[in-house]
């Protein structure tokens, strides 16, 4: 869809698409649906089984931020840091029963016990490790991994929050925020962020235009340009790897 004469194309006898594996921002899906004929659905879910969201983005313009709704048979919940249940419009990590579950990991039963979680009833799901919200119709929205979770001065931060809002910025094509040590705050967030072609915006300018619009609280300390995101197979940024790119440079 970057080329240039993409539009220039008949794609007409387009009937459908679909996107899963990495998250697909809400900028893109709009653009997809509006110049890319046919349907896209969104699939999200894991590998391991326990529950899947589907989200039929053409037919939900309002809801292209979120991953849909859990789909037929597909229990999906979310629980805080003691296992126990939030309810709608709160935050917590994502848990799933579907009717195909892995039984374990193959001979780590203590990884095993680490991704399964029991309802009171005994019911068993499989945990995430992403953190989500419902709205008030059932669509879930992706906050993070909760690894990736940011807590400065006490605070939780989720990257996906200061990401949406660096992307906003028309010079940026895309960006990565992650968790950096503080000595003051514990950890405080930084970003990466790829340059959109012929951009020519500096990082203190960008950084002072994105710290303008976010809250006290979720203020980046850095940002830094980069020539790509580094991805795993599938597409995922691989975050692990640009904290490791930052602590060197940040001493």
């Known amino acids: ?73 597909h229990d999906i919940r979310l629980i805080d840091e003691f296992g126990n249940e939030v309810p709608a419009g709160e935050v917590g990590e994502i848990v799933g029963h579907s009717p195909a579950m892995m039984s374990g990991y193959y001979r780590q039963p203590d990884k095993t016990a680490q991704a399964q979680w029991y309802d009171p009833s005994g019911k068993r799901f499989i945990r995430t490790g992403d953190m989500g919200r419902f709205d008030e119709d059932g669509f879930l929205t992706l906050l993070d991994r909760k690894k990736d979770m940011i807590i400065s001065g006490g605070f939780n931060v989720y990257p996906s929050d200061l990401e949406a809002e660096v992307s906003r910025h028309p010079d940026v094509a895309e960006v990565a925020v992650v968790g950096a040590q503080s000595e003051q705050w514990g950890e405080t967030p930084v970003a990466f962020v790829v340059r959109a072609a012929h951009a020519r915006i500096d990082a203190d300018t960008l950084l002072a235009w994105v710290n303008a619009r976010l809250g006290k609280m979720q203020r980046l300390s850095a940002l830094r340009f980069v020539d790509s995101l580094p991805r795993s197979a599938i597409g995922k940024v691989l975050k692990r790897e640009l904290r490791d790119r930052f602590y060197p440079a940040a001493g």
Do not use: N
């Open 1 to 73: 869809m970057a080329h240039p004469d993409f539009d220039r194309y008949d794609l007409s006898s387009s009937q459908a698409k679909f996107c899963t594996s990495a998250p697909f921002a809400a900028s893109i899906k709009a653009d997809v649906v509006r110049r890319w004929p046919g349907r896209l659905t969104e699939y999200y879910g894991m590998t391991e089984g326990g529950g899947s969201c589907q989200l039929e983005a053409d037919e939900w313009p309002g809801k292209l931020h979120s991953v849909g709704r859990p789909m037929q048979g």
